[in-house]
């Protein structure tokens, strides 16, 4: 029995089509390129600001959007400035229901080990607010994971994120 090499096999043992052969050639010559991953935060704040749209795109919406307006002092420090500076924030677009806090820890809490936080899940999860308000993704999560995490949850609810500083700076 006579072994005949597929079409384009330049040996009887290379049984690679032109494909597999071009896409090795390429992997070859752009072996020394940079490989350009894409920036987490962007990503993030992509996600965030689709579940915005749809929180505020939600149909039967017709009311203003209410809002907790959350911030995270430093430890023995006044909330006050940092909640002065959300409603000023949220003037004209949303209307600020609640103002909530923690102090921030020394030891970086995940947001589900904080009372302040968990209370604006429940608010969230039972309608009694629209979304949340922070001055930076970092008062809610300075971890990407579980700030994802949250910020899925809060889409989960028709709930949104605003944040005064986005994740891109």
Same mark, same amino acid.
């Given at each position: 029995?006579?072994?005949?090499?597929?079409?384009?096999a330049t040996s009887t043992g290379d049984a690679q089509?032109?494909?597999?052969?071009?896409? #090795?050639?390429?992997?070859?010559?752009?072996?020394? +390129?940079? &490989?350009?991953?894409?920036?987490?935060?962007? /990503? *993030? =704040?992509?996600?965030?600001?689709?579940?915005?749209?749809?929180?505020?795109?939600?149909?039967?919406?017709?009311?203003?959007?209410?809002?907790?307006?959350?911030?995270?002092?430093?430890?023995?420090?006044?909330?006050?400035?940092?909640?002065?500076?959300?409603?000023?924030?949220?003037?004209?677009?949303?209307?600020?229901?609640?103002?909530?806090?923690? #102090?921030?820890?020394?030891?970086?809490?995940?947001? +589900?080990? &904080?009372?302040?936080?968990?209370?604006?899940? /429940? *608010? =969230?999860?039972?309608?009694?607010?629209?979304?949340?308000?922070?001055?930076s993704r970092d008062v809610i999560s300075p971890d990407?994971?579980?700030?994802?995490?949250?910020?899925?949850?809060?889409?989960?609810?028709?709930?949104?994120?605003?944040?005064?500083?986005?994740?891109?700076?």
């Open positions: 029995m006579t072994h005949v090499p597929p079409l384009g089509d032109w494909m597999d052969r071009d896409n #090795e050639m390429t992997r070859w010559l752009n072996q020394a +390129q940079d &490989r350009v991953q894409p920036d987490p935060r962007l /990503r *993030l =704040l992509q996600l965030r600001k689709n579940f915005m749209r749809a929180a505020v795109e939600h149909p039967g919406r017709a009311r203003t959007l209410r809002v907790i307006a959350y911030a995270q002092p430093q430890p023995n420090g006044d909330p006050g400035p940092d909640h002065a500076r959300l409603r000023s924030y949220a003037e004209g677009t949303w209307r600020v229901k609640y103002e909530i806090h923690d #102090e921030a820890p020394d030891d970086a809490r995940p947001p +589900q080990q &904080r009372n302040g936080w968990l209370m604006a899940r /429940r *608010l =969230l999860h039972e309608g009694f607010a629209d979304g949340v308000i922070a001055i990407d994971a579980l700030y994802e995490r949250e910020l899925r949850w809060i889409g989960d609810q028709f709930s949104f994120v605003g944040l005064i500083i986005p994740e891109s700076r």
